[in-house]
C-alpha cells in the first residue's frame, strides 16, 4: 500500500521561504501523479501543483506561479516543494497526494505566514 508522509511545514514571516517534502512509500511503478493540495481556514481543499513521476511534467496553478516550484527526488522517493516569497494568503494545511488508478493522501503539514 501506497503511503505518504509530509513534512516541512511551520510559521515563517511574509516573504520568506518554506520548502515541503513528501515522502513516499509502497509505489510499485513510477505511473504517478504526486500533488500538492492546500486547505485553508474555511476554504475547499485546493490542487495547487503537481509533478508526473514517469516523465517529469509538472504543472503549476497561476495562485503560485513563479514563486512555488515542485520537484521530484527519485532517490529519496520524494516530491518537494519550494515555496518562496509567502505570503500570509498561502497560510493553510498543505497535503500531498499520489494518483494512478487510485488516490492516497498523506497527512497535512501546517504552513503559517505571518504578516
Known amino acids: 500500500e501506497v503511503q505518504l508522509q509530509a513534512s516541512g511545514g511551520g510559521l515563517v514571516q511574509a516573504g520568506g521561504s518554506l520548502r515541503l517534502s513528501c515522502t513516499a512509500s509502497?509505489?510499485?511503478?513510477?505511473?504517478?501523479?504526486i500533488g500538492w493540495f492546500r486547505q485553508a481556514p474555511g476554504k475547499r481543499r485546493l490542487g495547487i501543483t503537481c509533478?508526473?513521476?514517469?516523465?517529469?511534467?509538472?504543472y503549476v496553478d497561476s495562485s503560485v506561479k513563479g514563486r512555488f516550484t515542485i520537484s521530484s527526488d527519485i532517490a529519496k522517493n520524494a516530491v518537494n516543494l519550494q515555496m518562496n516569497s509567502l505570503k500570509p494568503a498561502d497560510t493553510a494545511m498543505y497535503y500531498c497526494?499520489?494518483?494512478?488508478?487510485?488516490?492516497?493522501w498523506g497527512q497535512g503539514t501546517l504552513v503559517t505566514v505571518s504578516s
Open positions: 497526494r499520489a494518483e494512478s488508478s487510485i488516490v492516497f
Open positions: 509533478i508526473s513521476l514517469s516523465d517529469g511534467a509538472t
Open positions: 509502497g509505489f510499485t511503478s513510477d505511473d504517478y501523479t
